[in-house]
């Protein structure tokens, strides 16, 4: 990797940061003061930057807030994917989990597969939190049924989910699962008597949609909310 691509990513500056810094002298290679920003940084080197080494992250984390029209997969022959919108920096990232063409908010990205294949797995429980908007009317036991688990044409029922009708706000809800089955929300939405027409995730295993992204925005994970993803599986070992 380039080094000013390197100290851009591992010492969370911008490329027009890092090349300066390579600039004035505050970067060095193995010991070596270094003036060029596209000089390469191989494998088993240690850049340092300031004096400091840096230490170079085994994996990496982001939170995107996903925009309608973009599609959760890594490539696609015809469609923009969420992978288009965020600088990769040569990670291999993929994102944890899909987000419906049309559904917006909460999507990470990572390049940790074990992580992101265990907080998918139905074994975890991890909680995903949807607000949207409907169009009908949705039966009056609604709450309750979401509660017990609804049959969506599965081998099983949905899993018990909890579903907040505030009053304030017409044909708006909450729904928080467990579990990720295809379009889920649409489907239980539908079971009920209403038609989605706006969907957006608003948290993702204890971690919540930072509100300042704008959508098609992205930020690195802080180290707690990493920790809380990794928590997630750690209780379960
Ligand atoms: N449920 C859906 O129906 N769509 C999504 O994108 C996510 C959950």
New binding site residues.
Partial sequence: MRLDRYLAHYARMSRKEARAAVRQGRAALDGERVFREDCRVSEGMTVFLDGSALRAEEYVYYMLNKPPGVV?ATSDRTERTVLDLVDTAGRDLFPVG???K??TGLLILTDNGALAHRLLSPRYHVE?V?EFNYEGELVPDAVRLAAQGMDIGEKHLTEPALLELPASRPHFARLS?SE??????????AKLGGH?TE?R?VAFGGIALDETLQPGEYRRLTEEEIGRLQQHTDNMD
């Fill in positions: 959760s899909r987000l419906d049309d559904t995903k949807y699962i990720g089955k295809y379009h889920q929300v649409k489907r239980m939405a989605v969907l995730r």
